[in-house]
């Protein structure tokens, strides 16, 4: 049983990694910058979504808030550059640790709640942080914040000539979430998470501290999607509340990993390399007009995956393995 | 700030408040039934909103009289959206709690892109209607007729829904179907049934809301985001399950929004009913009347 489930670990690694070589060697054939900006909304999603599934897939605790640690990332390093010249880089690094330290901060209060009681709280904190934001002047109120070009440079974290620097940043990105959660998965961390998510009261009766489980997994999560929020801010160098702390960027960012497979460690990719393409496209190719066909296309996907696939799409690829097990 | 103000500002978050407890009604109704979370709730309303408004536009009536009208269309769409969705959802046998909120989820997005393809994206309101604007003072405190027959309607459907639960055949089937759904199949219930019909009325509950809140809010695709998280809040701000704290949460979310609003700038006006929802279920993790 070990061996096999040692094996299928390492089956995982290489795959992941010929995965990221095919990838990293993609923008050799894609010329095209459209479809270079959709790769690097796929890997930024990928990179989100899976670390949003280490506390909401691997530990259970559901949180629809979690645009709250991406928005805190990327305000902490636009605001950071923009107001005191301090480099993206630094900002990064700031934005996860202001995000994890918060998620700690506020999961001390939370993990007392349970089900819809938890889901709600996050919704409602992130929102609370989106109408202090969107009423902060300093920090460009409702219209936020413009981030100013100062020429290409990796110091400055900054590219107006071509978008490759950002596609491997994402696609470093990606593969840190990817191999965290893959670490993570055969860690004592990830034994306690599955077990807090099966059952909290077994898991505390057989000494899985609980509370401090849940705190391990905010703390990794908020941080790496600070980062990515980071790595947003300075992609499209403007944010503004709304698009990057409203309830609605919680979901998005949710749902490859919902629709890909929740908890495992292939959803989160598998749901971005499918999800992302297919609403960039419908966008542009049928919701140019603003008339909310992409929506209902878009809309109508996920309704259609959830229901047919409740364990996700990875659930297609593993009919075999779950056989042989 | 005069004693008047702060009156004046308590009376009409009473009302809100009351109209919040009917938008609430049907989500706690559907949630204390089944343990489903809508999440499209927000949409029906937004429907009911505009069925209200081309009840108007088209054949000139007024809200008021198609109130019950699009109670009814509401309760048919609710009815055929457990039937086409939910029944399905509920089968899932992994993940049932994601897949009840992302297949509700999926579809309030195709709602907002429907209406935006079909309404377009455009504000509309309703300009004349026999309450519209209109206001009554009662010992000197202004109070819109809107929202005062709005309330009054949620007292009223209230009270109907205590009675229709408690004394009726279907009530009694309702209250079965939720203690136990694998029981009643026993006694010849159908439990589809029983959910199509607690849908429907979940949703009737909310197009009597929508065709009040449309003769003084504006009607948009994403009027529904604002107001559903609104409705979470006061169905957990009661506790889940209960339908009557629904009712009590819809008073407490209007007179918190009232009063933040005399302290904060209108635009927080929010963040006082999320404060108290946080510091309600730190003090008690199921909400005041939910069962512990």
Redesign the interface.
């Known amino acids: 049983m070990d061996t096999h489930f040692a094996q299928r670990r390492r089956r995982d690694l290489i795959v992941a990694l010929c995965l990221a070589a095919l990838a990293a060697l993609a923008p050799l054939f894609v010329k095209d910058v459209y479809v270079q900006n959709i790769m690097v909304l796929t890997l930024m999603y990928a990179a989100l979504s899976q670390s949003w599934n280490i506390l909401s897939g691997y530990c259970g605790q559901i949180s629809l808030g979690h645009a709250l640690y991406f928005g805190l990332g990327a305000y902490t390093t636009a605001l950071l550059f923009t107001k005191f010249g301090v480099l993206p880089w630094f900002g990064m690094l700031a934005g996860g640790a202001i995000s994890a330290l918060i998620a700690m901060a506020l999961g001390y209060p939370c993990f007392r709640l349970r089900g819809h009681y938890f889901v709600i709280a996050t919704i409602v904190i992130a929102e609370i942080a989106l109408l202090l934001i969107q009423n902060w002047d300093w920090a460009g109120a409702a219209l936020g914040i413009d981030i100013p070009m100062r020429g290409d440079s990796w110091l400055k974290f900054q590219f107006t000539r071509s978008k490759l620097p950002y596609f491997y940043f994402a696609l470093a990105l990606a593969c840190i979430a990817w191999f965290v959660t893959w670490w993570l998965e055969d860690s004592k961390w990830g034994y306690w998470w599955r077990a807090v998510k099966d059952n909290p009261d077994a898991a505390e009766s057989l000494g899985v501290v609980v509370f401090n489980s849940k705190m391990g997994a905010a703390a990794v999560s908020a941080f790496l999607v600070a980062v990515g929020g980071s790595f947003y801010a300075q992609f499209v160098s403007y944010i503004d509340p709304e698009s990057v702390m409203g309830f609605q960027f919680s979901l998005l960012m949710a749902l490859p990993a919902v629709l890909g497979g929740i908890g495992t460690l292939w959803g989160p990719v598998l749901g971005a390399v499918i999800l992302i393409p297919l609403t960039e496209l419908t966008r542009s190719f049928v919701g140019g007009s603003g008339r909310g066909v992409d929506l209902i296309v878009y809309g109508a996907l996920i309704v259609a995956i959830s229901l047919a696939l409740p364990r996700g799409l990875v659930s297609v690829f593993s009919l075999r393995k779950g056989a042989a097990r | 700030m005069t004693a008047e103000t702060i009156i004046q500002s308590l009376a009409s978050g009473l009302l809100m408040g009351l109209l919040y407890g009917l938008i609430a009604a049907g989500l706690a109704l559907i949630?204390g039934l089944m343990d489903v979370?809508n999440f499209a709730h927000g949409e029906f309303l937004m429907i009911a909103m505009y069925v209200t408004f081309f009840l108007f536009a088209f054949f000139a009536i007024d809200p008021l009289l198609s109130a019950p009208l699009v109670a009814a269309a509401l309760f048919v769409f609710g009815a055929v959206v457990y039937l086409l969705?939910v029944r399905?959802?509920m089968r899932?046998?992994?993940?049932?709690?994601?897949?009840q909120i992302?297949?509700t989820?999926?579809?309030?997005?195709?709602?907002?892109?429907?209406?935006?393809?079909f309404f377009?994206?455009d504000y509309r309101s309703i300009p004349q209607s026999w309450l519209g604007g209109k206001t009554v003072s009662i010992a000197g405190i202004y109070l819109p007729e809107p929202q005062l027959i709005g309330a009054m309607l949620s007292i009223a459907a209230f009270v109907a829904l205590y009675f229709f639960i408690n004394r009726t055949d279907f009530g009694r089937a309702l209250e079965a179907t939720r203690e136990d759904a694998g029981a009643v199949a026993l006694v010849g219930i159908d439990k589809n049934r029983v959910f199509a019909l607690g849908w429907g009325l979940g949703a009737a509950l909310v197009g009597l809301a929508g065709a009040i809140m449309a003769i003084f809010f504006y009607i948009y695709?994403d009027v529904g985001?604002s107001f559903a998280?609104i409705a979470?809040?006061t169905v957990?701000l009661g506790g889940?399950g209960s339908v009557f704290g629904a009712f009590a949460g819809g008073i407490i979310v209007g007179l918190v929004e009232a009063t933040t609003a005399l302290i904060l700038?209108p635009?927080?006006k929010?963040?006082g009913i999320?404060?108290v929802?946080?510091l309600v279920?730190?003090i008690r993790?199921?909400?005041l009347f939910g069962s512990m």
Do not use: C, D, E
Request: a positive charge.
């Open positions: 949630f979370v969705i399905f959802a899932a046998k992994a993940n049932a709690g994601m897949v992302f297949s989820f999926g579809l309030a997005i195709v709602m907002r892109g429907l209406a935006q393809y377009t994206p695709p985001a998280l979470y809040v957990a889940f700038p635009s927080l929010s963040v999320y404060a929802y946080l279920v730190f993790p199921r909400g």
